[in-house]
Every structure is written in structure tokens, then in C-alpha cells.
């Protein structure tokens, strides 16, 4: 009977050793779990902050000209700014874009003679 006893003892404390083991595993596994999840938190955090910024960068940042209004903008109204109307301050336009290279010697020279027919 004691050896008996002597077995049940050590298949209780064999039972209690591989317990213990399993529950630091398991205890260590979730510890481990719970840190890699704050990280990704955090991580996942400074990201927002980054694409917040990035955004409001994105926001600051103006273009260097505005575009040109739509061809049909002067149809649709029925009528054209009076500085298009007044062909004296269209051929100065007309050289500031050949100054500015926009032109070339050939279109600076037609749209020149169609503004002088005009006047």
C-alpha cells in the first residue's frame, strides 16, 4: 500500500510539474500576445499621424498658376471680358506671350493682323 501511495504521489507531482509548465507557457504566450497587440497600437497610431500630416501638407500646397477658364465659359455667358473686346490691350497681351517665348514669330504674326483688322 505505501508504494502504492508512493506512485499516486509522484503522478500527482509529475501532474502538477507539467501543469505548471503549461500555465508559465500559456501565462508567458499571452503576455507576449498582449505587448505585440500595444505595439501594433501604437504603430498603427503613428501612421494616422502621419497621413494626418501628410494630408495637411497636401492641403498647404497651392499651384504655381491657376488654370485657364473653360473655352465654353465666354459662349455659355453670351458675352467676353472687355479687356477681349478691346483689341488695343489684346495686342499688348499678344506681345507679352511672344516675349515670354509662348508664341512663335508666326502665330504672334496672324493674331496680330486679325486684332489690327478689328481696329
Do not use: C, W
Not at 1 to 6: I, S, T
Not at 24 to 40: D, I, L, M, Y
Not at 53 to 79: K, S
Request: charged fraction near 20%.
Amino acid at each position: 500500500m505505501v508504494m502504492r501511495r508512493r506512485m499516486v504521489g509522484r503522478a500527482i507531482v509529475r501532474t502538477a510539474a507539467v501543469g505548471g509548465v503549461a500555465y508559465v507557457a500559456g501565462s508567458h504566450a499571452a503576455q507576449k500576445s498582449a505587448a505585440e497587440q500595444q505595439a501594433e497600437a501604437a504603430q498603427n497610431m503613428q501612421i494616422a499621424d502621419l497621413q494626418q500630416q501628410q494630408a495637411a501638407m497636401q492641403a498647404q500646397v497651392q499651384p504655381a498658376y491657376a488654370p485657364p477658364p473653360p473655352p465654353t465659359a465666354i459662349a455659355e455667358t453670351g458675352a467676353a471680358p472687355a479687356e477681349a473686346r478691346d483689341p488695343i490691350a489684346l495686342l499688348k497681351q499678344l506681345g507679352e506671350l511672344k516675349a515670354a517665348g509662348v508664341l512663335t514669330d508666326e502665330e504672334f504674326e496672324a493674331k496680330k493682323a486679325e486684332l489690327l483688322r478689328q481696329i
